[in-house]
C-alpha cells in the first residue's frame, strides 16, 4: 500500500508539473489579458497543489521530505510563492508609489523562491524517499535557474544597453529551458520514478524445494 501510495502521489504530482512546464512554453494566445491573467492564476494553483502534494504525499512514506516540518514548510513556500507573487504585483500596481513597490517585489521573487528552493532541494535529498541520483534533481534544477541568472547579469555589466537588446533572444531561450527543466522535468523525473516503485513480491517456494 506504501508504494502504491507513493505511485500516485507521484504520479498526479508530475502530471501537473508537466502541465505547468508545457503551458509555459506555448506563447500566450488569448486576446484579453483579464483572460490571460486567469490563465496564469490557473497554471499558479495547478503548481502549488502538485508541489504541496510531493510535500504532504498521501503517507508519510510518499512525501518527498518524509513531512520533516522543515522540508514541508519549504516546499509550501515554494509552491504558494507564485500566486502570493501574482497577487503582490497587482495589489503594488495600485499603489501610488509603484517604483518603490515594484522594486521591493523584484527582490523578493529573486530571494523567496531561490531560498526556499535550496532549502526544500537539500531536504529532498537529507530525506532518502527519492533513490540516488535523482534525490538530486530540484537542487540541479536550481542551479540551472542560478546558471541563466549569472549569465544575464554578465550581459548587462559586460555589454552596452545597446548590444543588450541582441542578446534578448538567447536570454528568453535559456530562461524558458530553465522553467521547462525545472516544472516539466521534474514532473516527467517524478512519473518514471513512480513507475519503478512496483510492490514487493513475495517468495514462493515450491512444494518439493519445501519438501527438501
Known amino acids: ?10 504520479v498526479a504530482g508530475g502530471i501537473g508539473l508537466i502541465v505547468c512546464g508545457v503551458a509555459g512554453m506555448l506563447p500566450p494566445t488569448l486576446n484579453s489579458a483579464t483572460a490571460t491573467a486567469y490563465v496564469s492564476v490557473i497554471l499558479d494553483v495547478i503548481y502549488a497543489s502538485s508541489v504541496l502534494l510531493f510535500a504532504v504525499g498521501l503517507s508519510s512514506e510518499a512525501s518527498i521530505v518524509a513531512r520533516k516540518p522543515l522540508g514541508v514548510t519549504a516546499l509550501v513556500i515554494v509552491g504558494l510563492w507564485p500566486l502570493a507573487l501574482f497577487v503582490l504585483t497587482r495589489l503594488t500596481a495600485e499603489e501610488p508609489v509603484v517604483e518603490a513597490g ?12 531561490a531560498g526556499a528552493g535550496l532549502v526544500a532541494g537539500m531536504q529532498v535529498v537529507r530525506a532518502k524517499v527519492v533513490e540516488n541520483p535523482w534525490r538530486w534533481a530540484p ?20 555589454q552596452s544597453s545597446g548590444d543588450v537588446q541582441s ?15 525545472g516544472t516539466a522535468g521534474l514532473g516527467i523525473l517524478a512519473i518514471v520514478l513512480a513507475a519503478k516503485q512496483r510492490p514487493a513480491t513475495t517468495e514462493i517456494y515450491s512444494s518439493s524445494s519445501s519438501s527438501e
Open 1 to 10: 500500500m506504501t508504494r502504491r501510495q507513493r505511485q500516485r502521489t507521484w
Open 102 to 113: 515594484g522594486s521591493a517585489i523584484g527582490y523578493l521573487a529573486l530571494l523567496v523562491p
Open 139 to 158: 537542487v540541479w534544477a536550481l542551479g540551472g535557474y542560478a546558471g541563466v541568472w549569472v549569465i544575464t547579469q554578465f550581459i548587462f555589466v559586460s
Open 167 to 181: 542578446f534578448a533572444p538567447l536570454l528568453q531561450l535559456l530562461t524558458t529551458l530553465a522553467g521547462f527543466a
